[in-house]
């Protein structure tokens, strides 16, 4: 006797054969693809000016008129020496902020420093003002003011490389003047008591004269005998 296979179960079994037929496979669905980094130009230009700020500052010694600028300024110029074509991002920013910082030095520093120099410029004109200088030695004298109002205006614009230079200028040159009046009222002085010393010693001779006519008898010269 034969065995009997149920309807049903050959009926899913052939089911199941097309099912797997005629399903195509499932394949993953594809990556998203991540956006690439934009590439940063290394700060060059940045570079530069933080390390020409940096001179600058050293230059006239401004470090000591706010050091906490200075300090924060250099910190941040290594960190972006540092990071250099490393990460040219972090790079430019530690520039940028290097260069605010030493721009806050010699704004700072720059007119405390001016104010040094002019306060030097002055005692040495006072120097020469005091010998009477604009009158002895007029012309150098003169040339030297000249330098040092130019140098008030440099000063009041805050063009520190100008106004420093004419400032030292202008000192030099009164102490100068001052050297030159104070030769010339020496040489006076002697003078005058050259003459002082003359007029003494002639005056000395003159009364010796007449003592030396009055002892031999001789009458004094201008009294008609």
Do not use: H
Request: aromatic fraction near 6%; charged fraction near 25%; include cysteine.
């Amino acid at each position: 006797m034969r065995k009997m296979v149920p309807w049903a179960a050959l009926l899913a079994a052939l089911f199941l054969a097309v099912s797997c037929a005629t399903t195509p496979p499932q394949t993953p669905p594809p990556e998203t693809p991540q956006p690439e980094k934009p590439v940063v130009a290394a700060p060059d230009a940045e570079l530069a000016q933080a390390k020409s700020l940096q001179q600058k500052a050293d230059k006239y010694g401004l470090a000591e008129y706010a050091p906490d600028d200075y300090a924060a300024a250099t910190k941040d110029l290594k960190a972006g020496q540092d990071a250099y074509g490393k990460d040219n991002a972090a790079s430019k920013q530690s520039l940028t902020r290097a260069i605010d910082e030493f721009t806050t030095v010699i704004t700072k520093g720059g007119g405390l420093y001016l104010a040094k120099l002019q306060a030097q410029t002055d005692a040495s004109k006072k120097a020469a003002d005091d010998l009477k200088a604009s009158v002895a030695v007029k012309e150098q004298y003169a040339q030297a003011n000249d330098v040092y109002q130019r140098a008030l205006k440099e000063k009041n614009a805050g063009d520190l490389d100008a106004a420093g230079a004419d400032l030292r200028q202008a000192c030099d040159m009164f102490d100068a003047v001052t050297v030159v009046a104070q030769q010339k009222k020496d040489n006076a002085t002697r003078s005058l008591e050259g003459t002082k010393e003359t007029m003494v010693a002639s005056e000395k001779k003159a009364a010796d004269a007449q003592k030396t006519l009055k002892d031999e008898g001789f009458a004094s010269s201008g009294n008609g005998q």
